[in-house]
């Protein structure tokens, strides 16, 4: 479908977009926006002309004009970009010379857009995506009408996305990691921009160039205009002279003058005098020197620096020029013979009101001090590129887990003492979503409650510790490792800035009157699989067991609390815990973001018992049970191999505290896991009680041919009321295996009422 057209006012221009139905973006960002998503645009141009829109609030698909007179700003629109479309760009061009051109300084954009002649019409064609890039995208074209100069127009518009708030969530996000990470949220060569207020602390070359860029052509016009009227002083100046060169007479001096007159000595005598001077060699010059100086030194370095990071590959031609003439014409004003004779700027020893009020010197002083405030995270004029949305939504759900575990363990993040109860290295948060093996971690320490936060944490063949994988590389975005005494439990989150194919055939669940987003099956099929990878293993344990207790997205779901906890994705956390958790960001209540996440998290590191946390889970660590007696544990009865059991009678008098296997081990149709009770046996043939098990792991013993047995930590012991025959010891070399009530139904009907045999 057709979603935008501009024709400009003098008939030269003809901008179409399109792309495929965008009803379903738009009910998703007017679920997020609400009522302020139908005015929330601006579209502008840099030539009048006439703008049409879909009415899109309205359920209309046709064009029409947003305003009777050509003009260059349509103020509070409805959006038709949205970043999770792609669009189909049409410049027509007519009655014009040459080859037309868009101009971008990512070189990606304009290499978009092929070049078409037909008819004496000129197109310019192209496919754009802004997947990651909410934000202004400035389409600049440059074309040569015939018989008249060659110009250069834009057309501005904001490419929204239907996941979150655009202007004030991402805003949320930015500063929420800007106040953390100083300048890491910025980025070069981005199709899009965010519009930012000036006169904040960050000031790095990206957004000093930034800036620079914005305040560049009005800088060089107010230096010129100081150049051809500059502020001048007079200043007075000693001489001495005979009488017929001095043209100004002061009282004394007249009054000198007729004295030596009347002695007659006027021919042989030089007068001492002022004279008024002007100079050019003021403050305020001196002053207007150094901004010249020092920009043009900065300007050189930063450009040199994108030159060495960005080739002629990803700064367009067009870019390059643009960058190397601002090069030349700082250069140039530097040159200038007005400033040659000036002395060394030392700085202000007072308020000159020169610099607050002369025209030229005033605006040279505003632009400086600009240049020299950076920027602040609020919308404002001045454009500069971010990072991908994806990134920044990672590290903002990785921030928001640290300030969500300090609350939880009482850490105030913002006190004086904080570095008591947390350790980070905030310097090696340095190149974030790079694949390299460098980590960022978090430490908690308070009172009994110890965790680790770790961002993009790599699990590999190689790694050091006691966990690893057996096969690839797993680089999870976020890892939580709580520490239950001696015991680590290790939950695993991935930020995902996606959800569920925006068609609503795809939406789980979702009716009309209940919408709501849904994580991507890809993303939680991933969680899976880093369980079945990231294994745990060390030399107290000799076998290698499953790490992860639990798995968990973290994606900008919107619903209800309530509505979400009747989601599929929600369930599966208690029943496998494996699962989703629909974390937005909410500026205006930040307090009310992740909600779910914050009660998960409570029980994990507070309200869960190690034992109550891996319960339903995959054993862990040496097999841990839960202490609670299980209502269907599997009874064993178990003939005891005495060549590796050395203290036979410690056993059956129900004081040992392990039992080990013989070498032919457990029958392979038994379940080792759902073994909680052990009755040993002798080849007397007969069962005094049973032992509760506690732990089950492999070790190694002193046997060439079956080295590794399988060894039951037990406690508990229970003496039967009536010993209990069995038969044949041979039997029960691999164990037996009975339900609870099967085996006390054996040792009832086999109870040994007389005598032991």
């Known amino acids: 479908m057709e979603v935008f057209k501009y024709i400009s006012d003098d008939g030269l221009v003809e901008i179409k977009m399109a792309t495929s139905d965008i009803s379903n973006s738009w009910k998703r960002f007017k679920a997020r926006i609400g009522e302020s998503a139908t005015s929330y645009c601006d579209y502008t141009a840099s030539r009048p002309g006439t703008l049409f829109l879909p009415n899109i609030p309205a359920g209309s698909t046709s064009l029409v004009p947003l305003s009777e007179e050509p003009a260059i700003e349509w103020k509070d629109r409805h959006p038709v970009m949205f970043e999770t479309n792609t669009y189909s760009i049409t410049l027509r061009f007519f009655a014009i010379e040459g080859h037309p051109s868009v101009i971008h300084p990512n070189k990606e954009v304009e290499d978009c857009f092929n070049y078409f002649d037909s008819n004496d019409i000129k197109f310019l064609s192209g496919s754009l995506d802004f997947l990651n890039e909410p934000g202004t995208f400035t389409l600049r074209y440059k074309y040569k009408p015939v018989g008249q100069p060659e110009r250069c127009d834009t057309l501005s518009f904001l490419v929204v996305s239907p996941k979150l708030d655009s202007k004030n969530d991402y805003e949320h996000i930015l500063s929420a990691i800007n106040n953390e990470y100083d300048n890491l949220v910025y980025k070069y060569l981005t199709k899009t921009f965010q519009n930012f207020k000036r006169g904040g602390t960050d000031n790095n070359d990206l957004i000093w160039l930034s800036i620079f860029q914005s305040v560049v052509a009005n800088y060089i016009k107010a230096v010129e205009f100081i150049v051809n009227r500059p502020n001048m002083r007079e200043q007075r100046e000693v001489r001495y002279s005979r009488a017929d060169r001095i043209k100004f007479w002061t009282p004394a001096l007249a009054e000198k003058y007729a004295q030596i007159e009347s002695q007659g000595r006027l021919d042989n005598t030089l007068f001492r005098h002022e004279v008024a001077k002007s100079t050019l060699d003021t403050l305020e010059n001196r002053f207007v020197k150094y901004t010249i100086e020092s920009i043009g030194k900065r300007l050189n370095s930063v450009i040199n620096q994108l030159f060495k990071q960005y080739d002629e590959k990803m700064i367009s031609t067009e870019h390059r020029a643009e960058l190397e003439s601002y090069k030349r014409a700082i250069y140039k004003l530097a040159q200038t013979p007005f400033f040659r004779n000036l002395g060394h700027f030392d700085g202000f020893k007072q308020e000159s009101l020169v610099l607050q009020k002369r025209t030229g010197y005033a605006q040279v002083y505003c632009y400086w001090f600009i240049l020299q405030s950076g920027l602040e995270l609020h919308q404002g004029t001045t454009q500069i590129g971010v990072r991908p949305i994806w990134e920044l939504y990672e590290l903002w759900c990785f921030l928001k887990m640290k300030q969500l575990v300090a609350d939880i363990l009482g850490i105030d993040l913002e006190a004086n003492n904080v570095t008591d109860f947390v350790k980070e290295d905030k310097k090696s948060m340095l190149e974030p979503f790079k694949k390299n093996n460098v980590e960022h971690t978090i430490y908690f320490d308070k009172e009994d409650n110890h965790v680790e936060l770790h961002y993009q944490h790599t699990f590999n063949r190689t790694t050091s510790g006691e966990v690893h994988t057996a096969t690839t590389e797993q680089r999870p975005d976020i890892v939580l490792n709580v520490a239950k005494g001696d015991f680590i439990l290790t939950y695993l989150y991935d930020a995902k800035y996606r959800v569920l194919d925006d068609a609503n055939a795809n939406d789980m669940d979702n009716t009309a009157d209940d919408y709501a987003d849904y994580p991507p099956s890809d993303a939680i099929n991933q969680m899976h699989r880093y369980r079945d990878a990231i294994y745990y293993g060390s030399s107290r344990y000799e076998h290698t067991s499953k790490e992860i207790i639990g798995g968990y997205i973290l994606f900008p779901g919107r619903c209800t609390d309530e509505k979400i906890k009747e989601r599929y994705f929600y369930k599966s956390i208690e029943t496998v815990n494996i699962g989703a958790f629909p974390l937005l960001p909410d500026s205006q209540h930040p307090e009310e973001e992740g909600k779910l996440l914050r009660e998960h998290l409570t029980d994990v590191i507070l309200g869960k018992t190690k034992y109550q ?63 909680r009770y052990i009755a040993p046996i002798t080849f007397g043939s007969h069962i005094n009680g049973y032992y509760e098990v506690t732990k089950v792991n492999l070790m190694r013993v002193n046997d060439t041919e079956y080295p590794t047995r399988i060894k039951f930590d037990v406690s508990n012991w229970v003496e039967l009321k009536k010993p209990a025959k069995f038969g044949m010891p041979k039997w029960a070399l691999r164990g037996v295996c009975l339900t609870k009530d099967k085996f006390f139904e054996h040792c009832k009907n086999q109870a040994i009422t007389d005598k032991i045999l």
């Not at 839960?626 to 005495?642: A, F, H, N, S, V």
Request: hydrophobic share 30%; proline share 6%; net charge negative.
């Open 613 to 675: 946390q891996i319960e339903k889970s995959i054993p862990q660590k040496g097999l841990y049970y839960t202490p609670d007696k299980p209502k269907d544990g599997i009874y064993m009865i178990l003939t005891i191999d005495e060549d590796v059991n050395k203290d036979l009678n410690s056993i059956l008098e129900g004081c040992t505290n392990s039992i080990i296997m013989g070498k032919m081990g457990l029958e392979p149709s038994n379940d080792i896991q759902s073994i």
